[in-house]
């Protein structure tokens, strides 16, 4: 059983740049959901896929945009990046939002 | 709206001791509530669910909803305690079912 995997795990981007994050998930699962996570803070919810469709968003900004594919790997793009985008990315995968969540390791972002 | 709540940035205890992690939560239906926990350079990790009534690494954590907390517990800290803990509070279905995350609580057991 394979975990679920994060890449890249490091990127530093310029402001105003697009980003495209990448997560495959825990194998039979087939819900992801993304995180934020600026320094000292804890995970802040950006949204959630279940079967290729977005069925959850917090609040963020439609510059960020998410995929789910068919076998339940998912991307998260950012447009537009801003400084405050710096942060680590979580994602998170489960068997339809039950149970707990499986996290990934992440990637930090840093926009300079 | 949902909203976690842990006081602490940091608990500090001789190893031995007994530990209480404290969480408060807001939400106005029947939560689910959940500890995580992040070792260091390790990633974020289910801890325990209230649902589940279980002690992991002899810890509990009781769901008190008439004081809306979910305290994590622990008689006697062991070194390997030390780690950051999460409070995170699902809500029911459909978009409610993010999990909203406190700041976290660092753990720091000492000899």
């Known amino acids: 059983e394979t975990g679920v995997t994060q890449s890249p795990t490091h990127l530093i981007k310029t402001r105003g740049q697009q980003v495209t994050l990448r997560c495959s998930s825990q194998?039979?699962?087939?819900?992801v959901s993304w995180y934020q996570q600026a320094l000292g803070q804890g995970p802040q919810f950006i949204f959630q896929?279940?079967?290729?469709?977005?069925?959850g968003r917090g609040n963020f900004p439609p510059r960020f945009s998410g995929l789910q594919f068919p076998n339940y790997s998912s991307e998260l793009n950012v447009n537009a990046l801003e400084l405050d985008d710096s942060a680590l990315y979580l994602c998170?995968?489960?068997?339809?939002?039950?149970?707990?969540?499986?996290f990934g390791s992440g990637t930090r972002l840093t926009v300079v | 709206a949902q909203r976690v709540t842990q006081p602490e940035k940091l608990l500090s205890v001789f190893k031995g001791a007994p530990v209480e992690l404290k969480c408060n939560y807001s939400?106005?239906?029947?939560?689910?509530l959940f500890w995580y926990v992040q070792y260091s350079r390790q990633r974020l990790q289910l801890l325990l669910r209230?649902?589940s009534r279980e002690s992991i690494k002899g810890f509990t954590a009781d769901l008190n909803k008439g004081e809306t907390s979910f305290h994590l517990k622990k008689p006697f800290a062991q070194e390997e305690d030390s780690a950051m803990y999460y409070c995170?509070?699902?809500?029911?279905?459909?978009?409610?079912?993010?999990?909203?995350f406190g700041t976290g609580t660092r753990l720091q057991v000492t000899l």
């Open positions: 209230h649902i």
């Open positions: 995170a509070l699902r809500g029911a279905g459909g978009t409610a079912s993010k999990l909203t």
């Open positions: 194998s039979g699962h087939n819900t």
């Open positions: 998170a995968s489960s068997f339809a939002g039950n149970y707990g969540y499986t």
């Open positions: 896929y279940y079967r290729e469709e977005e069925n």
């Open positions: 939400y106005s239906g029947s939560p689910e």
